[in-house]
Nanobody, 126 residues
Framework: QVQLIESGGGLVQAGGSLRLSCAAS?????????????MGWFRQAPGKEREFVAA???????NDADSVRGRFTISRDNTKNTVYLQMNNLKPEDTAVYFC???????????????WGQGTQVTVSS
């Protein structure tokens, strides 16, 4: 079993930046095992469905949503079992709960991910 814990959310003004972190842990999780996972970020705003934000494969290939391209960057540090989401030039429409997820392959659908964190709130004021 793998546990994912997000951190770094908060309240920021439009145009500001935040960096989210997601730390993976588990009794049988090793840095090698973590390095084989695709890690993704999703978000869910009030009254809306969960949506894909960005993902990074075991090899470092990335994919991101059109709505965040050029503003958000996903990265990972396999030595720390951690994935990051650097969010710049934040907009009020980025306000949501952000979830970290882990799975076996790169996918835009949350159904393809096996492990989920509890989420961290990001609020962008105008």
């Amino acid at each position: 079993q793998v546990q994912l814990i997000e951190s770094g959310g908060g309240l920021v003004q439009a145009g500001g930046s935040l960096r989210l972190s997601c730390a993976a842990s588990g009794r049988t999780l090793t840095t090698y095992t973590f390095s084989t996972y695709t890690m993704g970020w999703f978000r869910q705003a009030p009254g809306k469905e969960r949506e894909f934000v960005a993902a990074i494969s075991w090899g470092g290939a990335t994919n991101d949503a059109d709505s965040v391209r050029g503003r958000f960057t996903i990265s990972r540090d396999n030595t720390k079992n951690t994935v990051y989401l650097q969010m710049n030039n934040l907009k009020p429409e980025d306000t949501a709960v952000y979830f970290c997820a882990g799975g076996a392959r790169m996918a835009l659908s949350g159904r393809s991910y096996d492990y989920w964190g509890q989420g961290t709130q990001v609020t962008v004021s105008s």
